[in-house]
């Protein structure tokens, strides 16, 4: 029931409400996965927490120049990807307090920003873009774990994520693509046809593989923090942080794609 309530707040906010209702929702969201992580970081700095709601305001309610939304995912994407460096290389993502303030603004304030500012990455308000996204990861994570299930027997990360496997990983990736076509299929039946069917099989892969990379980068995070979920909001699945950290981590990676994608149009 938790999931079918959160999945219905996503599109039904999303596509049939007035956008301020989508922002202020997701902006919501981001809020609950900031107090989920800040204990388990151990950051206790109550500033912080201001700085989401208004950063929301300011840079996707308000709108600000584009250059400062560049150099925001310029820092957003180094940040992600040093944090990917902590993944592979080091046994413990080293906690410092410098750190600690620059994953709880960029790694999740940062990274939530750019999943709110993807229906304007396009000239016309495209909610569907965001739609689309969601479903890729749901489709990544539905069928990694189905492929993981019935073929998994060579570990992805066992030190990190024990039921995760490479099968799971590619069955899932696969899966997700197959997902990318059809919805540039559905989304053309519509008259939306901003993306061409290789650019949403590119776009998948990008939000699949780096979603994959999120959840391992955020259970990495829980195993040192010492817990199994980052909350309890949803029963039957965690915190919200749980729900949404593939989508976090790969929404600035997906709106590079679709900037990338953008300027060769």
Same mark, same amino acid.
């Given at each position: 029931?938790?999931?079918?309530?959160?999945?219905?707040?996503?599109?039904?906010?999303?596509?049939?409400?007035?956008?301020?209702?989508?922002?202020?929702?997701?902006?919501?969201?981001?809020?609950?996965?900031?107090?989920?992580?800040?204990?388990?970081?151990?950051?206790?700095?109550?500033?912080?927490?201001?700085?989401?709601?208004?950063?929301?305001?300011?840079?996707?309610?308000?709108?600000?120049?584009?250059? /400062?939304?560049?150099?925001?995912? @310029? !820092?957003?994407?180094?940040?992600?990807?040093?944090? $990917?460096? =902590? +993944?592979?290389?080091?046994?413990?993502?080293?906690?410092?307090?410098?750190?600690?303030?620059?994953?709880?603004?960029?790694?999740?304030?940062?990274?939530?920003?750019?999943?709110?500012?993807?229906?304007?990455?396009?000239?016309?308000?495209?909610?569907?873009?965001?739609?689309?996204?969601?479903?890729?990861?749901?489709?990544?994570?539905?069928?990694?774990?189905?492929?993981?299930?019935?073929?998994?027997?060579?570990?992805?990360?066992?030190?990190?994520?024990?039921?995760?496997?490479?099968?799971?990983?590619?069955?899932?990736?696969?899966?997700?693509?197959?997902?990318?076509?059809?919805?540039?299929?559905?989304?053309?039946?519509?008259?939306?046809?901003?993306?061409? /069917?290789?650019?949403?099989?590119? @776009? !998948?892969?990008?939000?699949?593989?780096?979603?994959? $990379?999120? =959840? +391992?980068?955020?259970?990495?995070?829980?195993?040192?923090?010492?817990?199994?979920?980052?909350?309890?909001?949803?029963?039957?699945?965690?915190?919200?942080?749980?729900?949404?950290?593939?989508?976090?981590?790969?929404?600035?990676?997906?709106?590079?794609?679709?900037?990338?994608?953008?300027?060769?149009?």
């Amino acid at each position: 029931m938790s999931g079918i309530i959160y999945v219905s707040l996503v599109v039904i906010s999303a596509l049939y409400a007035p956008e301020w209702v989508f922002i202020l929702l997701f902006c919501v969201f981001a809020f609950i996965c900031l107090v989920e992580l800040m204990p388990m970081i151990r950051l206790r700095q109550w500033v912080i927490y201001p700085m989401l709601p208004l950063a929301y305001y300011f840079i996707v309610w308000q709108g600000v120049n584009v250059n /400062v939304i560049y150099l925001l995912l @310029i !820092a957003t994407l180094l940040v992600n990807i040093y944090l $990917i460096r =902590d +993944l592979v290389l080091v046994d413990r993502i080293a906690l410092f307090n410098t750190k600690k303030h620059i994953i709880a603004l960029l790694y999740l304030i940062g990274s939530s920003l750019f999943l709110a500012l993807l229906p304007n990455i396009v000239e016309t308000y495209r909610p569907e873009l965001l739609i689309g996204i969601f479903a890729i990861i749901w489709t990544n994570d539905s069928f990694a774990y189905i492929s993981g299930r019935l073929l998994g027997k060579h570990k992805l990360m066992k030190r990190i994520s024990p039921k995760k496997t490479i099968e799971g990983f590619v069955g899932g990736l696969v899966m997700a693509i197959v997902a990318g076509i059809l919805l540039h299929f559905y989304l053309a039946s519509t008259g939306i046809d901003d993306y061409s /069917v290789y650019d949403w099989a590119i @776009i !998948a892969f990008v939000v699949a593989f780096f979603g994959t $990379i999120g =959840d +391992l980068i955020q259970s990495k995070i829980k195993r040192q923090a010492a817990v199994k979920d980052s909350g309890s909001i949803m029963p039957g699945h965690g915190g919200i942080f749980d729900r949404m950290d593939s989508i976090i981590f790969a929404a600035p990676f997906a709106y590079l794609t679709f900037l990338i994608i953008n300027h060769v149009s």
